[in-house]
């Protein structure tokens, strides 16, 4: 393909053959696999990926359809979803017709700053329908406040997880260890295991959030009624924790918890068969500690107990 004067593309980049086997297009095919399988949509993880690795400034609708192969319609839906959830920008050329869109170099930032967005609207419906139910809609009522105050609280920790992100891309990325990486007492989440697969980072989870997921009040519980507990196992549990919270498969577990996902499946397996989650709900009642704790290891109990009547899977 040649200059193309109406999208400001200098060549095809989707489709140019580097080295081996490895295409632009496999790449952009692949990452759209990965988003569908993550629960997102083909279409707009093909998108994304286009964006990212063609060597232009911006790419209008018109080739992102052509060069994808799917209808204006498709790439309209596509793009919509994407400039709203904050992973893609509108560009404006001037004295040009039509649509065109690039993507930030970063584009992580923008994207939690788009979640950000999406979680305050939860947050606020769940709080407009309490305010409509009626005090004896009980379940209802019980839902929509696990709803609201799920909302809130991973919206608190997206501050943590920029603060992070800013001082990892910060320091040199010279391939050397990360410092502090053997666990002290208490901590939430540590170095990887040996059964964690080649090639998964081994960034452990940063303190503020593994607080957040598996607070101490709820690990002092949890720790005596595990089986042989030790360090590791605050960091199985953590994971097993983020799971259950956050809806993911098992094999969507992010790599900077330490812990790989098979490892995650067999504790939660485990831990289901020896009867751990009601035994732990029972330990943080009969404790008194922080109401947040106990409505938050209640909320994590329900979910282990829909996720084995799913069967658990992988």
């Not at 979803?81 to 170099?105: N, T």
Request: charged share 25%.
């Amino acid at each position: 393909m040649g200059d193309d004067a109406d999208t400001g593309t200098a060549r095809n980049t989707q489709g140019r053959h580097d080295t081996g086997e490895w295409t632009r297009q496999s790449f952009v095919e692949e990452i759209g696999l990965v988003w569908e399988a993550a629960g997102s949509g083909r279409m707009d993880g093909r998108v994304v990926a286009y964006l990212l690795i063609t060597d232009v400034p911006y790419v209008s609708s018109a080739e992102l359809a052509r060069e994808l192969r799917v209808s204006a319609a498709s790439v309209s839906l596509a793009t919509r979803r994407l400039v709203e959830a904050g992973f893609i920008r509108r560009h404006a050329v001037p004295q040009k017709r039509g649509h065109y869109f690039r993507v930030d170099d970063d584009v992580w930032v923008s994207f939690l700053a788009g979640e950000r967005r999406h979680l305050d609207r939860q947050e606020q419906l769940a709080e407009e329908a309490l305010a409509r139910l009626g005090p004896d809609e009980e379940a209802p009522r019980r839902r929509l406040g696990y709803m609201r105050d799920y909302m809130r609280w991973v919206r608190g920790s997206h501050h943590d997880l920029l603060e992070q992100w800013k001082a990892y891309q910060a320091r040199p990325h010279d391939g050397t260890p990360e410092p502090g990486g053997a666990r002290g007492p208490g901590a939430a989440a540590g170095t990887v295991p040996a059964d964690t697969p080649p090639g998964r980072s081994s960034n452990v989870l940063g303190a503020a959030l593994a607080g957040r997921l598996l607070p101490d009040g709820l690990w002092e519980a949890a720790e005596p009624l595990l089986p042989g507990a030790h360090e590791d196992e605050r960091a199985a549990l953590t994971a097993v924790v983020h799971v259950l919270t956050s809806g993911c498969g098992w094999q969507q577990l992010p790599a900077h918890f330490g812990v790989s996902h098979s490892t995650a499946h067999r504790r939660f397996t485990a831990w289901t068969a020896d009867g751990f989650w009601q035994r732990w709900l029972t330990a943080v009642s009969a404790a008194h500690g922080d109401p947040a704790d106990l409505a938050w290891c209640k909320l994590v109990t329900d979910e282990a107990v829909i996720r084995r009547h799913r069967g658990g899977k992988v």
